[in-house]
């Protein structure tokens, strides 16, 4: 595909400020988005996908820092999602860390970047700004929304949310709802970061990031990413140096698949996003019809 | 069953000293330990109960400290273990924190404790350590070695080690090996104790624990000691206070198990003993033959 440009769409002014699920309000928000294709006259051949957890809009070709885009192998000429016949958008959600409004972003009222004074928001808030991109691109309705894991909630939120905008959906590997397992596991993930001292109560910002306390965290979030029977059939007892060391160094090659996970994440992914998306992640649950009801409430069409 | 007192057995002088699966040698050795009922003539009605991970000897009873043991509920006049029927016996292992010698324990050769001095154990060890205390016993045969979790991991490698010393064995909720997935978990706990700044490369004592580092372990291994399901049962989704708080609180009924826990352990437990036991647990394997011989060509009878 080539050399693609990440977009941004900025809502400013009171009036489009985002009204989040929580009641509060967040603005200006900007998102940062990609496409690739050609929309159609008709703007009925639009596909939005959507990215997990530590994904980021640039799905496809080559970015101006020289990176491939995380489902390259999906995306382009010829590929499962055919750029010749598909307009393909993607953004990164907000609480993120790739460009879109998130928590290490400057709120402008105390000219200090947020941290924790970011709200806490919700899957249904991540699509409310989709949704305002949509409209700004000009599209009634979308021929299909995609997207894995935390994706895939998002495809969920838009069916629900926006029946009537979404012709087609493919959830992949995604929960209506986090079991109390996950929501164990996520709740440990967010006070390891909290627990490392450098992460400062949020305000970290220009001092660097707690990387102990995210490493802890994304080691326990890959655990989670695969399964019992998955990491038997990869890793098995498998040693590393063929021999037990007896001391407290990576013994089992398991251990050294969660070391390297660890420290490719920690120097790409702000720590505080970690805690507010794995948040949404918990607060996500299609199960509870007032809990939906209320959301549609409160996320009116400002466009 | 009433007042009851923990003993303590010492290994002492260099003949007496453990050789280990390591190869390397730990001496001299303390076991605390307690026993209920009496030991008949024959010798014949000795029970062996093995702790699990957080465990201590005190099995029965009140203790001097006005606690009840932890297995009050099976031992005792009339219970399942009848005490006026046998002979039981409970000792803390090696690497612990409860009276046995562990990292926390004086190293002769440098009077200051071992912290990370302490050689790597195994559950063979742990074992042995135990087979000490039963020929000082005067015990030829256990009628039963019983215990749950890792204290099944123990009752497996007796039956595997001295099966002529056991007539019968009760392995609880134990595997004879861990998986990867459990491997795994285990690394991460260690990892979120050795990223406290408190942990000082083991060498708190006297300083205070790394408690942060060691609520996260704790926590990551409160999950894992319940299925999916029986979480699901137990807590489900279910909010603490009725709805989300929009905030980084605990939000769920879950959240406050998980901190229940965690308050409870770091008050009572040695961050150094939770690192050599769970990579004991790591390293237990009966399924490599090898490993087993290797093991009983190093721990010779020297009783």
Known sequence: MGLVETKSLRFAGPPRK???????????????????????NERSNAILVCHALSGDAHAAGINGEGQQGWWEAMIGSGKAFDTNKWFIICSNVIGGCKGSTGPFSVNL??????ALEFPVITIADMVEAQRRLINYLGIERLFCVVGGSMGGM???????SYPERVHSAIPIAAAWRHPPQQIAFNEVIRQAIMADPAW???SYYGLGQPKKGLAIAR??????????????????RKLKNGDYSFEFTD????????????????????????????????????????????????TPAFW
């Open 251 to 298: 013994d089992f090659e398991v251990d050294g698949y969660l070391r390297y996970r660890r420290d490719n994440f920690v120097k790409r992914f702000d720590a505080n996003s970690y805690l507010y998306i794995t948040k949404a992640m918990d607060y996500f649950d299609l199960s509870g019809e007032n809990f939906l009801s209320d959301m549609k409430k409160q």
């Open 219 to 236: 080691m326990i979030g890959h655990i989670t990413f695969m399964s019992d029977q998955s990491m038997e059939e990869k890793f098995s």
């Open 18 to 40: 985002l009204l989040l699920t929580s009641g509060r309000r967040l603005g200006p928000v900007s998102l940062a988005y990609e496409t690739y294709g050609v929309l159609n």
């Open 200 to 202: 400062r109560k949020g």
């Open 154 to 160: 998002q495809v969920l939120q838009w069916v629900s």
């Open 109 to 114: 009222q105390t000219k200090k970047p947020y």
